[in-house]
C-alpha cells in the first residue's frame, strides 16, 4: 500500500470512522490487485471502500448512480472481470455492501482494470 494511502486511511481509523477489521479488509483489496493486477495505486478504490464501509456500518446510502453511467460500465468488456474479482474480494468485508454501493465499487475496480490495461 502507499504510504499516503496507509496515512489517509489510518487518519480515518484514529477518527473513528475505520476499525481495525475494516482496515485489515482493505489491506487485502490492495495486496489482491498488487499481486493480481501488478496494480499498486488503488488509493481512490481503498478510500471509496473505507467510506462505504462507514455508511454502512451507520446505515447510511449513498446517491443513486445514474442509469447512463452504469450502462456504460456494464457494457465495457472489463466489467466482467470486474464483477468476478469484487465476487472473489466481498467475503472477506466486514460489511455486506447496498447494489447502490457495489455499482460504485465496480466502476472503481474497473478503472483499476482499465488502467492497467493500458500500462
Do not use: C
Not at 17 to 22: E, T, Y
Not at 81 to 97: E, G, H, I, R, Y
Amino acid at each position: 500500500m502507499k504510504e499516503t494511502t496507509e496515512k489517509k486511511l489510518n487518519v480515518l481509523m484514529r477518527v473513528g470512522k475505520l476499525d481495525q477489521d475494516s482496515f485489515d479488509f482493505l489491506t487485502d483489496v490492495d495486496e489482491y490487485f498488487d499481486t493480481n493486477y501488478y496494480s499498486n495505486d488503488n488509493e481512490m478504490l481503498l478510500i471509496h471502500l473505507s467510506v462505504a464501509i462507514n455508511r454502512m456500518f451507520e446505515k447510511e446510502s449513498v446517491d443513486k448512480m445514474p442509469d447512463e453511467l452504469w450502462k456504460q460500465i456494464s457494457d465495457k468488456p472489463e466489467y466482467k472481470v470486474a464483477k468476478s474479482v469484487w465476487n472473489d474480494l466481498k467475503s472477506k468485508a466486514p460489511v455486506d455492501f447496498t447494489e447502490e454501493e457495489t455499482k460504485y465499487i465496480l466502476l472503481h475496480i474497473l478503472n483499476i482494470l482499465r488502467r492497467n490495461n493500458d500500462d
